[in-house]
T-cell receptor
C-alpha cells in the first residue's frame, strides 16, 4: 500500500455525462499528478500540481478535462460530456517534490472509467 | 518528441532464470530512469530508479544504465512466477520531473 488513494475505483457512465474522480496523495507529498492509461500502453501524463498550483495543464486531452487541487491536499479530475474514447484507467500519483529530476512518484490504485 | 521504447513482449523465461528487460530513449538530456512493475488490472509499483551510468542492485533486481548508448535495462535474477507482470520504463529529462513512460514489456515466468 503506497498511501495514495483514489475514489471511486470503478465508474460506469453513459456517454455525455460528467464524471469526477478524487485523489488523496501521501500526506507529506507536495506534487500530485494525473495520468491516463489505456490497454497495452504506458501511463500518459495529463497534468500536475505543486501544492495547490497547477503547473502543467497543456497536456490535458481536451477542454472537457479539468483538474483542481484547491487546498493543496486532495485533487479532483473532472471529465465533462464523456465520450466512449474516454474509457480508460485514470491514475493519480504523488511525490515528495525533492527538486528536479529524481523525484519518485507513487501511484494510487486508479479509477477505471467505462463510458457506455 | 521524447520517446521511450520497450519491446511489448511477452518475454517468457523459466522459473529461476534471469529475465532481461530493455528500454531505449531518444532524449540525450534524460536524467533519471525508473522501473515500475504493473500487475494486470493494478497500478504501477516502483521497483527502482537509477541516474548514474553503471549498475544498481536491489535484491534480485539490477538496473543498468548506459547513457552513451541511451538504454536502460532491468535484470531480474532467480525469476519467480510472481514476477509475471508488465514492466514499465519511465524517463525524465532536463529539469522536468514529469516522466515519459514506455508501453511496457510483459514478462511471463513459467514454472
Amino acid at each position: 500500500d503506497t498511501g495514495v488513494s483514489q475514489n471511486p475505483r470503478h465508474k460506469i457512465t453513459k456517454r455525455g455525462q460528467n464524471v469526477t474522480f478524487r485523489c488523496d496523495p501521501i500526506s507529506e507529498h507536495n506534487r500530485l499528478y494525473w495520468y491516463r492509461q489505456t490497454l497495452g500502453q504506458g501511463p500518459e501524463f495529463l497534468t500536475y500540481f505543486q501544492n495547490e498550483a497547477q503547473l502543467e495543464k497543456s497536456r490535458l486531452l481536451s477542454d472537457r478535462f479539468s483538474a483542481e487541487r484547491p487546498k493543496g491536499s486532495f485533487s479532483t479530475l473532472e471529465i465533462q460530456r464523456t465520450e466512449q474514447g474516454d474509457s480508460a484507467m485514470y491514475l493519480c500519483a504523488s511525490s515528495r517534490g525533492a527538486g528536479t529530476g529524481l523525484d519518485t512518484q507513487y501511484f494510487g490504485p486508479g479509477t477505471r472509467l467505462t463510458v457506455l | 518528441q521524447k520517446e521511450v521504447e520497450q519491446n511489448s513482449g511477452p518475454l517468457s523465461v523459466p522459473e529461476g532464470a534471469i529475465a532481461s528487460l530493455n528500454c531505449t530513449y531518444s532524449d540525450r538530456g534524460s536524467q533519471s530512469f525508473f522501473w515500475y512493475r504493473q500487475y494486470s488490472g493494478k497500478s504501477p509499483e516502483l521497483i527502482m530508479f537509477i541516474y548514474s551510468n553503471g549498475d544498481k542492485e536491489d535484491g534480485r533486481f539490477t538496473a543498468q544504465l548506459n547513457k552513451a548508448s541511451q538504454y536502460v535495462s532491468l535484470l531480474i535474477r532467480d525469476s519467480q512466477p510472481s514476477d509475471s507482470a508488465t514492466y514499465l520504463c519511465a524517463v525524465t529529462s532536463g529539469g522536468s520531473y514529469i516522466p515519459t513512460f514506455g508501453r511496457g514489456t510483459s514478462l511471463i515466468v513459467h514454472p
